[in-house]
């Protein structure tokens, strides 16, 4: 049995992104997260390296086997929130399985946005990227059609992936 988390780096608790990141996970795996974390509950724990609730949802994360990471685009990146979480996890071995890069942002001026800024950390920790990055204006964000293409192309893999599990970690699968 594999399992799910979804990861948000939106300050705002209970964002759009969080609602897109929830989705995302939902329809790879068919069933609901196992973990959701929403950042902007964690309040100043985020900032204390030595907190244990904080480090628990670094591990619990790390060990999922799909993971969604969601943020919305500031200044065409993810966001610090977002960076904060991320830098806790050990490079190359601190995701273990699938990451799906996510990022909301006003218009399609910054689609580029999670291919460029985010695939690359968490590639950087260990996850495997299945196939490309997901970028959905915000506007759209509760649209099941502004999915359906990256879905129609993405889900195959995952699916497939996440049945051979356990699965190589740390590379392509």
Known sequence: MSTTAVVVGNPKPGSRTLAAATYVATQLSGGEPDLVVDLATLGPAILDWADPTVADLVKQ????????????????????????????????????????????????DHSLAPETTLRPVLTEIGG???????????????????YADWLAATRPLVTTVLASHPFPTNGAP
């Open 128 to 146: 495997t990227v299945p196939g490309r990055a997901l970028y959905v204006v915000d506007a759209r964000h509760d649209d099941p059609t502004a």
């Open 61 to 108: 994360v790390g060990a999922a086997d799909l993971v969604v990471v969601a943020s919305p685009t500031y200044k065409a990146a993810y966001t610090g929130l977002l960076k904060l979480f991320l830098d806790r996890f050990a490079g190359g071995t601190g995701l273990s399985g699938l990451a799906v890069p996510l990022m909301l942002g006003g218009s399609p």
